[in-house]
């Protein structure tokens, strides 16, 4: 199976184990929707369900056979979701953890949380996700445990540990304010990025986020 659309995430990954009840009650559950850049056309949609079901679907209207439609259960237990999920497009089986941060209008699950405390945007901060193939437990586990030390100076370092046991990738760089919670980050060897601070608790990629149906 294809690495799913909800994985191309605009920052690395992240192993986190959760465990937890079906379901959610901290804003998850309902339907997300991410319109395509500059149009009114859907790109794609999660579904949370009060049981504990989850769907992800893609609208690809030029290319409908690449779309992902993934489905399975779900557990969620501080800011972390573990799904088993199938895909239309392949018969694996495929276990996914990814944080998240959801608010009564907002949801992205490449949120980044700051475990010991921050001061704005200054702090340690860390989220992603890990995909495993359950049917093939051989096959490497994608995905790594990224950090991102914003410092009071203006430096920045990402650092992102993969699962696969390859070793730490840290890029140096800067960040600058360009609104009260909305920052640019420039760092060597990877892309410019405009990360947002939403309601002082978590870090979200600008691009990456879903709004409430």
Not at 12 to 20: K, M, Q, R, V
Not at 27 to 32: F, H, K, S
Request: net charge negative; glycine share 10%; hydrophobic share 35%.
């Amino acid at each position: 199976m294809k690495t799913p659309a909800l994985l191309a995430f605009a920052f690395a990954t992240t192993t986190l184990a959760a465990c937890g009840s079906q379901g959610t009650d901290d804003g998850l559950v309902g339907g997300w929707t991410r319109m395509r850049a500059g149009t009114t056309e859907v790109r794609d949609q999660f579904a949370f369900s009060a049981d504990g079901s989850m769907t992800f679907d893609e609208n690809k209207p030029d290319a409908r056979a690449e779309e992902d439609h993934i489905t399975g259960p779900y557990t969620v237990s501080d800011g972390v979701v573990v799904a088993t999920m199938t895909n239309t497009n392949g018969p694996r089986h495929t276990r996914v953890t990814f944080t998240y941060y959801a608010n009564d209008t907002l949801f992205s699950p490449n949120a980044l949380r700051a475990p010991a405390g921050h001061d704005g945007i200054v702090g340690v901060w860390t989220g992603g996700t890990k995909m495993e193939d359950l049917d093939d437990p051989s096959q490497p586990v994608v995905g790594g445990v990224l950090t991102g030390d914003f410092r009071a100076d203006g430096s920045l370092r990402w650092s992102t540990t993969p699962h696969d046991g390859s070793p730490v990738r840290t890029h140096e760089g800067t960040w600058v304010a360009e609104s009260a919670n909305t920052f640019r980050t420039t760092a060597s060897g990877v892309s410019d990025s405009v990360v947002k601070l939403v309601d002082g608790q978590a870090l979200v990629p600008d691009d990456y986020v879903w709004q409430r149906d």
